[in-house]
């Protein structure tokens, strides 16, 4: 168990619809991070919050936001959603902001648009 | 900006070695490697800095070559929980701290 925790497990809803995926960090990591991972894909960064600010973004599409809360827990944001938003999407944490610190993940959230 | 991984897959009998190669196209500040079983979550194994270093971790090490701007993951005497997708992540000095992972390489090993 990575100390991860990501809400829900399972998501199915339909085309034009908006979503909330939720992310607890581990205990003391105040950097969150959000990927997405598609059948046969690898990992596509999406964005990182560190203390409730955004530190750095990646291929995000407009259609998608996310924000990091003063409690740490942080929540991605996906509407107008089309089929090919299906996959599975990773939240995780690490201790620091920098890229010396390990990244622990979630069990994702399995979105199917349907 | 992804790391090209290679090979893309790889099937091994237990006890046989295997290496697994990662390249960036850009100056390398960090790299990360993880491994993701089929259904799970990726699993963090090593993280390596710019300098040269070699990292140990039981019978899997890693190397991190800053001027051929690459890294590449050793499993010696492979065991059957080796198996999985291999990801590695890289993260560029002077950029942004975002961790970009390259598509992953695929290592079955079998009895």
């Known amino acids: 168990d990575s100390g991860v925790t990501q809400t829900p497990k399972h998501l199915i809803t339909a085309t034009g619809q908006r979503v909330t995926l939720r992310c607890s960090p581990r205990?003391?990591?105040?950097?969150v991070y959000w990927y997405q991972q598609s059948l046969d894909q690898g990992l596509q960064f999406l964005i990182q919050?560190?203390?409730?600010?955004?530190?750095a973004k990646g291929n995000i599409l407009e259609r998608f936001s996310a924000q990091q809360f003063p409690d740490l827990h942080s929540e991605l944001n996906l509407s107008s959603l089309e089929l090919g938003d299906s996959a599975l999407y990773f939240c995780?944490?690490?201790?620091?902001?920098?890229?010396?610190?390990?990244?622990?993940f979630g069990n994702g959230t399995r979105l199917t648009v349907t | 900006q992804q790391p090209v991984q290679s090979p893309q897959a790889v099937i091994l009998r237990e006890g046989e070695d295997a290496v697994i190669n990662c390249s960036s196209s850009?100056?390398?500040?960090?790299v990360h490697w993880y491994r993701q079983k089929h259904g799970e979550a990726p699993v963090f194994l090593m993280i390596?800095?710019?300098?040269?270093e070699q990292k140990g971790h039981d019978k899997i090490s890693a190397s991190f070559n800053e001027k051929k701007q690459q890294s590449s993951l050793y499993l010696t005497a492979s065991q059957l929980s080796y198996s999985g997708t291999y990801f590695c992540?890289?993260?560029?000095?002077?950029?942004?701290?975002?961790?970009?992972f390259g598509k992953g390489t695929k290592l079955t090993v079998n009895p």
């Open positions: 995780a944490s690490s201790v620091a902001a920098g890229l010396g610190s390990p990244l622990h």
């Open positions: 205990s003391g990591d105040l950097s």
């Open positions: 919050y560190y203390n409730g600010e955004e530190r």
């Open positions: 850009k100056a390398l500040y960090s």
């Open positions: 390596l800095l710019k300098g040269g």
């Open positions: 992540g890289t993260g560029h000095q002077g950029g942004s701290e975002k961790l970009v």
